[in-house]
């Protein structure tokens, strides 16, 4: 099997590549996955801390 390595050609299948890995970008991937909205971030984060306290709770009842 023989690719076409003119300039044209390799610019091309990297235009097509780009375009097929989109979100993929390793500087867009983790806004694809995580909502980063203020009200989404005080959730998470009020969340953590509701499972840390039931941690606590939970150790100092195995005491």
């Not at 299948?13 to 989109?22: C, F, I, K, T």
Request: aromatic share 2%.
């Amino acid at each position: 099997m023989t690719a076409d390595m003119s300039p044209q050609a390799v610019e091309a299948r990297l235009r097509a590549a780009s375009r097929l890995a989109g979100a993929w970008r390793p500087e867009a991937r983790l806004e694809t996955k995580l909502d980063m909205r203020g009200p989404a971030v005080a959730a998470r984060l009020k969340e953590a801390s509701d499972l840390l306290d039931v941690c606590r709770a939970l150790s100092r009842r195995a005491k």
